[in-house]
């Protein structure tokens, strides 16, 4: 496996797991907990749903579209246990790559807004 070809999956599959659990996060009553910033162990929970969330749609993505966004180097399994732990694996990269794209978006968000001001 082309170690580059992986990078660019990875990328590739956090910026959409970014965008899709964005998305639903603001949806009306999952707005109200995994947006709403808190303190505490409730926020701690929050946080374990939202990477969990992200996790999960990572893993989904990879499950359903392989061929569409893996590079040439990257051949995702046919067999269902051998599928499920590499988009399990791809998932958790995922996460940990959209939660760097989420802080990404929030500090460019920042900037504008402070040079917009």
């Known amino acids: 496996m082309d170690l ?3 990078m660019t999956y990875v990328a590739a599959l956090s910026v959409s797991t970014e965008r899709i659990t964005e998305f639903i996060k603001r ?9 709403t910033k808190t303190t505490g162990v ?3 929970l929050r946080v374990i749903c939202v990477h969990l969330l992200a996790i999960v ?15 040439t180097g990257i051949v995702i399994p046919i ?3 051998d599928r499920f732990g590499w988009c399990l694996l791809f998932g958790v990269l995922a996460s940990g790559g959209s939660s760097f794209w989420n802080s990404a978006l929030d500090t460019f968000h920042g900037v504008k807004t402070k040079l917009g001001s």
Do not use: H, N
């Open 4 to 6: 580059s070809g992986m």
């Open 27 to 35: 949806f009306p009553k999952a707005s109200d907990y995994l947006s």
């Open 42 to 44: 409730r926020e701690d």
């Open 57 to 71: 749609i990572g893993g989904v993505l990879c499950w359903f579209f392989p061929t569409q966004l893996a590079p």
């Open 79 to 81: 067999e269902f246990a």
